[in-house]
């Protein structure tokens, strides 16, 4: 693959500056973890024996992962985790887990989590990747075709491989 110097970062394309866009990417990440809290929260009354813990924070992971990079995607991860950990889960209020229930809980949250992550991030990876592909096979057929067309004489509608077959009889 040739990297071109005169293509601009991926964030220049669209016209954000790349701190702009790094800032928005995780902004995403905390702003989705900090409203699947509040969903949870608001329904935390209504669910009984603290089922669905970790739902809400797969999705803002999922969200995020969209919309930003890996690095604010395992800051939903975290976030999303140590908020759940604290708030959610029993004893509440504790950084810990101490019934083999929650440390079960914990570590198929992590597992969904980073598998979701890797799965999103490798797609998007190969997104770019065919999007340089085509943009470079681009740029060759228009090098071909210019010089295609510096050596065709213009108007000339000889078939050149006919006229070379004349010239040796």
Do not use: C
């Not at 924070?57 to 395992?74: C, D, E, K, N, R």
């Not at 887990?97 to 990876?125: D, K, M, N, P």
């Not at 096979?137 to 065709?152: A, I, P, Q, S």
């Amino acid at each position: 693959m040739r990297i071109d110097s005169k293509q601009p970062p991926r964030s220049a394309k669209r016209g954000i500056p790349p701190r702009l866009q790094r800032a928005k990417e995780y902004g995403i990440a905390v702003g989705a973890t900090l409203l699947a809290f509040f969903l949870r929260l608001s329904l935390d009354a209504y669910l009984v024996e603290d089922r669905l813990v970790y739902s809400g924070f797969l999705v803002a992971i999922a969200v995020t992962t969209w919309y930003g990079g890996i690095g604010p995607s395992l800051v939903a991860v975290a976030l999303g985790g140590l908020i759940a950990n604290w708030v959610f889960i029993p004893p509440r209020y504790t950084l810990s887990a101490t019934g083999l229930t929650e440390q079960a809980g914990i570590i198929i949250y992590l597992t969904i989590s980073f598998a979701l992550v890797g799965v999103a991030q490798t797609w998007r990876w190969a997104w770019k990747r065919t999007e340089d592909m085509t943009s470079e096979l681009r740029m060759e057929m228009d090098r071909h075709r210019r010089t295609e067309e510096v050596l065709t004489p213009v108007g000339s509608t000889e078939n050149p491989s006919a006229s070379q077959h004349e010239h040796r009889l």
